[in-house]
């Protein structure tokens, strides 16, 4: 019967050892072809003691959006574009999945378009961009765009994530608007998109020494107990 307690205490001991989780994130706007860095804090603590380190990063595109306006006397379809890439995709730890995918540049880009049928001009100024509300006109919002990777980091790489202080993740984005016409003279007004980018690290551990020390306690008192 203590047998059986002292296991239990041990067990729960154990579980309770293995919850452990410490984090971290950090969020910035990116303006348009500007270096921003994110700080990430490392695991202060043992290597050995790690369980899993898992990394999100996430980016939302706002803002984006094209005014279309045929000036041309036949009807023309307008496409409104937004296009948005991490020229610069650099982190000082290997950002490498348990699935050997990395969370790379590629993830987050965007390139969407929406096609709008245009009546002919309505008898705007042709030659130049006008908001003429009627058919030969049309407005589209692309809203929030979020592109995201996210993770389990393999174990091989996980001695560059321990330390103290933080790694870093730096990016550079370029944001395009824009539009296309399959006839002639068509005209776009585009807006400036904003970005936001999000990282978050979370590492799982247990506390090797405690857990070890604890075992050690039980074991010997379960020794203790079949020896007397
Ligand atoms: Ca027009």
């Known amino acids: 019967m203590r047998k059986l307690t002292v ?10 050892a293995s919850a452990l989780t410490t984090d971290g994130n950090d969020t910035a706007a990116v303006p348009d072809g500007t270096l921003i860095v994110l700080n990430l804090p490392k695991f202060d603590g043992n290597l050995l003691d790690l369980t899993n380190i898992w990394v999100e990063v996430k980016f939302d595109l706002s803002d984006a959006a094209v005014s279309l306006d045929n000036d041309s006397v036949t009807s023309a379809t307008g496409t409104a574009k937004v296009n948005s890439s991490f020229v610069t995709f650099d982190s000082t730890v290997t950002l490498l999945k348990v699935d050997f995918d ?24 042709t030659g130049q961009f006008d908001a003429t509300m009627l058919g030969d006109y049309a407005h589209h919002d692309f809203g929030t765009i979020t592109r995201q990777d996210s993770g389990d980091i393999y174990s091989s790489v996980w001695g560059e994530y321990v ?8 990016v550079d984005a370029s944001y395009l608007t824009g539009a296309t016409f399959d006839g002639s003279d068509g005209y776009f007004q585009g807006s400036t998109p904003s970005g936001v980018i999000y990282a978050e690290v979370v590492y799982n551990y247990i506390p090797e020494p405690a857990t070890m020390a604890l075992l050690g306690l039980g074991l010997a008192f379960l020794r203790k107990k079949k020896v007397a």
């Open 163 to 170: 330390g103290s202080g933080d790694f870093q993740i730096t």
């Open 102 to 125: 990395s969370i790379a540049a590629g993830d987050f880009t965007v390139a969407e378009q929406q096609a709008y049928g245009l009546d002919p001009t309505t008898g705007d100024p």
């Open 7 to 16: 296991l239990i205490v041990l067990l729960v001991a154990i579980a309770s």
